[in-house]
C-alpha cells in the first residue's frame, strides 16, 4: 500500500489577531537593579510573596547569585517542584507541512523569577509573564521535567565517545545529560528559551560538547552544523509537552489555574490561544475539537465558544474553562475542558505539522547508519509516525491494480524494534507521566546505488 502524506488539517492558517480587549504594551525599558519600588530587576525577599510589574519579554528577572558551596538556598541550578501532567486524547490526524518560521515574537512577552519561599507572582499577561516557585538547589536532583524511558533511550540510542546527539527536543536535558555522560557531543534543541537557558546552566560543566540551537525540530535542517554538511550518529525526539509547561499558570496550558490564554510553546509561535478561541469561524473551531481532541460535543463546545465571544472576548484559561463546562456539564472526574484544550494547544504549536516535518527532515541530517528514536504520548502522533516509519521501512511496496509487488522509492529506514518500546513498572510507579510513553526506533540505511 503506498504511503498517503498527510493532509492539512485546516483549511488555512489563520493569521494571528490580537484581541482588542487584550492589552498590550508595545514599548520595554531598561531598569536599575536597584529600584525595588519600582518597575525592573527588583530584587525579592525570601518571604516576598507578590511581585507587580508591566508586561513584556524578559521585563522582570530576579537576581540570581551563584554561589560556590551553597547546597540549600542557592545554587548552580534553578529548580522548580511540578507534579508531572500530560493531556493526551487517543486517535489518528494527518497533518500538513510545517509553517513555522522565526519571525518575532508573539503577542506580549514577559517573565518575572522568584525565591525563597515565595508562593506566587502576578503580573500582567504574556509569555512567562508569571512564574510558579522556583528552588535554587544543586545538580542532581532535577524536578524540571524528569525524563522518560531513560534507560530504554540510552541503549537504543547506542551513545558512545565522540558520537553526535541531536536532541531534538532539549526540554529540561534530562535525557541530553546521559548521552553527555557517556562521552557524547549533543546538540539540544528547543522553541522555548526558557528550556534552553535552563538546560545550559545545568549543563555546563560538560563544556563545548554540549550546544543549543533556539528553534523547532521541524527546522532541523536549518541548523548551522547541518547547514555546514555534518551528519549526526543519532536524532531524539521526545514529543511529551514539558511538565514544567503545563504547570504554569502564566504559559496558559492548564484550566486548573487562572493565567492568560497563551498555549504557545515558544514566542516563535505564529499564534496564541485567545487569538484561536476569539478570531476562527465555528466550523473551524468544530473540527480541531473534533479531530484534535476527539471530542464528540465538539459542535456544542464551538457554538457556546462563539456566542459567548460575542458579548465578551475570552481573556482567561479559567473563563474558557466554565464557558466549556456550562455547555456541556461535568460527567466523570475527568474535566470537561480537557479535549478542547488540548485541541486548541495542538492547533497553536501546529505540532503535527511540526511532526510531519521533522519525520521528512531526520533522514537528512542523520548519518548512514544513524538512529532515530521518537517518544510519543498518544495515539495521534504514535500513528502517525508508526505509519511514517512502517512505509519507510518496507523494502516493497504492493497495490492491488499491480501485477506484482514494486520496490520501494521512500525506502531509507530498518526498524531496530518492530513494536513500541513502553515504560517498565518500576518507571511508571516513580513517574507516572511515563504510562502513555511509547519509543520507536529506527536506523538509517545507506544510500541505494
Not at 160 to 182: N, Y
Not at 246 to 266: I, N, Q, V, Y
Request: with cysteine; proline share 7%; aromatic share 8%.
Amino acid at each position: 500500500m503506498l504511503f498517503t502524506q498527510p493532509t492539512p488539517a485546516l483549511a488555512a492558517v489563520h493569521p494571528s489577531v490580537a484581541p482588542a480587549t487584550l492589552a498590550r504594551v508595545s514599548e520595554l525599558g531598561t531598569f536599575s537593579h536597584g529600584s525595588a519600588s519600582k518597575l525592573g530587576t527588583a530584587g525579592l525577599r525570601i518571604n516576598q510573596t507578590e511581585s507587580r510589574t508591566a508586561p513584556g519579554w524578559l521585563s522582570v528577572r530576579v537576581p540570581e547569585f551563584f554561589l560556590a558551596g551553597r547546597k540549600r538556598v542557592l545554587g548552580t541550578v534553578s529548580l522548580s517542584l511540578f507534579k508531572t501532567m500530560v493531556r493526551v486524547a487517543p486517535g489518528w490526524l494527518s497533518a500538513r507541512p510545517s509553517k513555522f518560521s522565526k519571525t518575532a515574537p508573539h503577542g506580549t512577552l514577559g517573565t518575572a523569577g522568584q525565591v525563597g519561599n515565595q508562593t506566587e507572582s502576578r503580573t500582567a499577561p504574556g509569555w512567562l509573564s508569571v512564574r510558579v516557585p522556583v528552588h535554587f538547589m544543586t545538580a542532581g536532583s532535577d524536578p524540571y521535567h524528569l525524563p522518560v524511558l531513560p534507560d530504554e533511550v540510552f541503549d537504543w540510542m547506542a551513545v558512545g565517545p565522540d558520537r553526535f546527539i541531536i536532541d531534538g527536543t532539549l526540554g529540561g536535558g534530562g535525557h541530553s545529560e546521559l548521552f553527555l555522560q557517556a562521552g557524547a557531543r549533543v546538540l539540544g534543541v528547543d522553541r522555548d528559551p526558557e528550556a534552553l537557558t535552563h538546560a545550559r546552566e545545568r549543563l555546563a560543566s560538560f563544556g563545548n560538547r554540549f550546544t543549543t540551537w533556539e528553534g523547532n525540530f521541524s527546522q532541523l535542517r536549518e541548523i548551522p552544523e547541518i547547514q555546514r554538511g555534518e551528519q549526526a550518529d543519532g536524532l531524539l525526539l521526545d514529543l511529551g509537552v514539558s511538565s514544567r509547561q503545563l504547570d504554569s499558570a502564566a504559559r496558559g496550558f492548564s484550566f486548573m489555574r487562572e493565567g492568560p490564554l497563551d498555549m504557545r510553546m515558544g514566542p516563535s509561535s505564529p499564534r496564541s490561544a485567545a487569538d484561536v478561541v476569539n478570531t476562527w469561524p465555528e466550523a473551524d473551531l468544530v473540527k480541531i475539537f473534533f479531530e484534535f481532541g476527539e471530542e464528540p460535543k465538539a459542535r456544542r463546545i464551538a457554538s457556546a465558544i462563539v456566542k459567548r465571544r460575542a458579548q465578551r472576548l475570552f481573556a482567561t484559561t479559567t473563563d474558557l474553562a466554565n464557558c466549556i463546562e456550562q455547555a456541556i456539564g461535568r460527567h466523570g472526574r475527568t474535566h470537561p475542558a480537557t479535549r478542547a484544550f488540548q485541541a486548541i494547544r495542538m492547533a497553536v504549536n501546529e505540532e503535527l505539522e511540526a511532526l510531519a516535518a521533522g519525520l521528512d527532515a531526520a533522514q537528512h541530517v542523520l548519518k548512514p547508519g544513524g538512529r532515530l528514536l521518537i517518544i510519543t504520548f498518544h495515539s495521534l502522533e504514535d500513528r502517525m509516525v508508526k505509519r511514517y516509519l512502517k512505509h519507510r521501512s518496507s523494502r516493497f511496496i504492493d497495490d492491488p491494480g499491480w501485477p506484482e509487488p514494486r520496490a520501494n522509492p521512500d525506502l531509507a529506514y530498518q526498524l531496530l524494534s518492530r513494536k513500541a518500546i513502553a515504560a517498565g513498572d518500576e518507571e511508571t510507579s516513580r513517574n507516572p507521566r511515563a504510562r502513555s510513553a511509547k519509543l520507536r526506533v529506527a536506523q538509517l540505511l545507506p544510500p541505494t546505488p
